[in-house]
């Protein structure tokens, strides 16, 4: 491990890692005799202090903001700036298959700003937004799906539909998940997202078939 970051950082030393190891900024799994064991994501989490002090003089309690980021999803910034959400979200090419329900960025965790930032929305209409459930927070925090339902949101304010008119979608889905969830309980499985992606395929049926008549 020392030599893989001597090669690219040649004044690193075993002292340099334990101190920020002891700064909380990489914390490697343990063996049971104690000996450090770093795996190749502490290695890039090393790598990534190393080079935010080397070539851009960040502070270890910045630095140390930026990794909480990432560690939350957010992508590291090019510029050195603070990490941002990813500008692309997994999206299916056609009508969604059950693969697809768990690569949505269920596992992006914003803070409502972040959020605000990544949807490109103002904080009016994400006000709007929430106070019809149409965006929901996650515990404290909201994921890739309040991107892509923000960005949705603001597409159809361009049309003059605000996000009460779309208290029916979120209608619409409360039901959808109702009934799946009557034919998956007690546990959520692998039919949860296979009547998910149906779900959603029958939808956009209904609705493509209503608007061709």
């Known amino acids: 491990m020392l030599q893989l970051l ?48 080397r070539d851009q003089y960040l502070p270890l309690k910045v630095i140390k903001e930026h990794l909480s980021a990432m560690d939350r999803g957010l992508r590291p910034s090019a510029s050195g700036g603070r990490p941002t959400a990813p500008e692309q979200l997994p999206q299916p090419a056609g009508l969604p298959a059950a693969e697809d329900f768990s690569s949505y960025g269920t596992e992006l965790k914003l803070t409502r700003e972040e959020l605000r930032e990544a949807a490109g929305i103002t904080t009016d209409l994400l006000d709007q937004l929430e106070s019809h459930n149409l965006v929901v927070a996650r515990g404290n925090h909201y994921d890739g799906d309040a991107i892509l339902i923000a960005k949705a949101a603001a597409e159809f304010a ?46 956009a049926a209904l609705v493509r078939s209503r608007l061709s008549r």
């Open 158 to 203: 361009q049309y003059g539909i605000e996000p009460r008119h779309l208290r029916p979608f979120r209608a619409a889905a409360d039901r959808e998940v109702g009934l799946i969830e009557q034919v998956v309980q007690p546990r959520r499985d692998d039919k949860t997202l296979e009547l998910a992606a149906l779900a959603v395929r029958l939808h």
């Open 6 to 53: 001597q090669a690219e950082f040649a004044d690193v030393t075993i002292s340099k890692i334990r101190f920020l190891e002891a700064e909380g900024l990489v914390t490697p799994a343990r063996t049971a005799s104690g000996y450090r064991k770093f795996s190749g994501a502490d290695v890039e989490r090393l790598r990534y202090v190393l080079t935010a002090q």
